[in-house]
């Protein structure tokens, strides 16, 4: 019966003691192992070292093993460490630096393969008298303990690199707007000479603002604020933003000192705007046509697409705009759908046949596509492209609420993944962690759609029977100096008096 027992401990490879004459016995000449450490377990040695490398080494009694195997592990955690210090959404934001990410990656498949080499070593240093004594139940335990480790670290090195990966994909989406810089303007059909100020107002009802042609330089800098243009973008086929359609454009700017947001919607079907380089657009092109016209050569522009669209919107809200991001409205339903849905309050009831959406007034979780439906609709009862546009920011706020919660973060390197596919912009990604803190500790928001009274619809008989609006620029400074003060262009230009958001 003790002989069995004996046995049956030492197939699992928990050290019973030696029996004398056998393999491993004490009585068996081993030169190179003191008989205390000859009588430890590989099975415990190798599963000491899988949780932490070099730990089995020390069981063992190898010492300057044990320190070759825990150093660089120790070095690994401490940089672990020091980055979490900064909080898990500062970690976050950083794997949107492609580089973080690559180093991550690597830094992953480094500790992967220091584990296999520290748990291996581990069974392979026990003395090989004890080695003997293992049947196949333990070295199944070894295998499947190396396994794991593989799994574990393949699977997060997996994601890093895949983050990496959407890194390079958005930065190579903004070449596509940035490429194929045009040259100097040209009057062909594209600009008409600025007309004196009495001839413009036949267009611009209040027009009476003057102003430089140059929309970067702003009365005063204020070094704490950072504004976006946001594009959406509809009828895009898989990446082609060549081919798309701009259907949003939204300004969103935050002051980072105070935590305040401003989002301004321009609307898409603006037309016979001033051009900030000079001359303006003629009455039938609406400004959500401008990029597709510039990227096919039909207008001519100092800067690429997109940032003559940015430059022309900065231009006409008047405050200088850092950055745009333009998405793919057909691909944004995936990103909803990663992060669980949105929740936002409808304030406006929604009844539209043409999209079939259906929805009172209250709060709502949308999915992927009812989001999409919910920022399409403009038909319907009490339906419209202001109405559109202000569930658009609606939605963009649901977003960031959603995504700068906790729940979100076991999803970033998913949810970057699809942005990935899906995102263009020019803003250094490398950078986005200097702004966690801020997204996080939003104050207010507030927001406005320059529909009526800051724009109407001419007579589609002036326009060709084309359906446009053109903005009330009068009206639009106001707004500009009441949100923005001394930063707005418009700041201590005649006639120009602050009046907060009449929409």
């Not at 950072?226 to 009828?235: A, K, Q, R």
Request: glycine content about 8%; proline content about 7%.
């Amino acid at each position: 019966m003790g002989n069995e027992t004996r046995d049956t401990a030492e197939e699992a490879g928990f050290g019973a003691e030696p029996v004398a004459g056998e393999p491993g016995s004490a009585h068996e000449p081993d030169s190179t192992a003191e008989p205390a450490v000859r009588r430890r377990s590989p099975l415990i040695a190798a599963a000491l070292s899988f949780l932490w490398p070099g730990l089995g080494q020390l069981f063992l009694g190898r010492r300057a093993w044990a320190a070759i195997f825990a150093l660089p592990a120790l070095v690994l955690t401490v940089w672990v460490v020091v980055q979490l210090t900064h909080g898990l959404w500062w970690v976050g934001a950083s794997m949107l630096d492609e580089s973080y990410a690559l180093t991550v990656a690597v830094l992953v498949v480094l500790a992967g393969a220091l584990r296999v080499a520290s748990t291996a070593h581990a069974f392979l240093s026990a003395p090989r008298a004890r080695r003997f004594r293992f049947r196949p139940l333990a070295a199944g335990v070894v295998a499947a303990l190396l396994v794991a480790i593989v799994g574990m670290h393949t699977y997060v090195a997996a994601d890093a690199w895949l983050v990496h990966q959407a890194d390079l994909d958005i930065a190579a989406n903004n070449n596509i707007f940035a490429a194929g810089t045009s040259s100097s303007p040209s009057p062909s059909p594209t600009a008409t000479p600025i007309p004196t100020p009495l001839d413009l107002s036949a267009f611009h009802p209040a027009a009476t603002v003057e102003r430089s042609a140059d929309p970067t330089p702003a009365r005063t800098k204020n070094p704490n604020r950072i504004t976006f243009l946001v594009v959406g973008l509809d009828n895009m086929p898989g990446r082609a933003f060549q081919n798309a359609i701009t259907d949003t454009m939204m300004v969103v700017s935050m002051d980072t000192g105070t935590g305040k947001v401003t989002m301004i919607s321009v609307p898409r079907d603006t037309s016979a705007f001033d051009l900030y380089y000079g001359g303006w657009a003629e009455s039938g092109l609406k400004l959500n046509e401008l990029v597709n016209k510039l990227i096919n050569g039909y207008y001519k522009s100092p800067d690429p697409p997109m940032i003559t669209l940015k430059k022309e919107v900065s231009f006409l809200v008047g405050l200088p705009i850092d950055y745009y991001a333009a998405l793919d409205l057909g691909g944004l339903a995936s990103m909803i759908n990663a992060i669980g849905g949105v929740d936002i309050y409808n304030e406006r009831a929604i009844d539209d046949p043409s999209t079939g959406i259906e929805m009172g007034v209250g709060r709502v979780h949308l999915n992927g596509s009812l989001a999409m439906l919910y920022v399409r609709s403009r038909e319907g009862a009490g339906g419209s492209d202001y109405q559109r546009a202000a569930r658009q920011q609606a939605l963009l706020v649901a977003l960031e609420r959603k995504v700068a919660s906790p729940s979100i973060l076991p999803n970033v390197g998913n949810l970057i993944s699809l942005a990935g596919k899906v995102v263009a912009t020019d803003f250094p990604l490398a950078t986005a962690r200097d702004y966690v803190s801020a997204a996080q500790h939003v104050t207010s928001i507030s927001n406005c759609v320059l529909g009526p009274p800051y724009s109407y619809h001419p007579d589609t008989s002036t326009t060709g029977g084309t359906w446009t609006s053109r903005l009330d620029m009068a009206l639009v400074a106001n707004l500009s100096v009441a949100l923005f003060g001394s930063e707005s262009s418009y700041y201590g230009l005649p006639g120009v008096v602050p009046a907060a958001c009449q929409a």
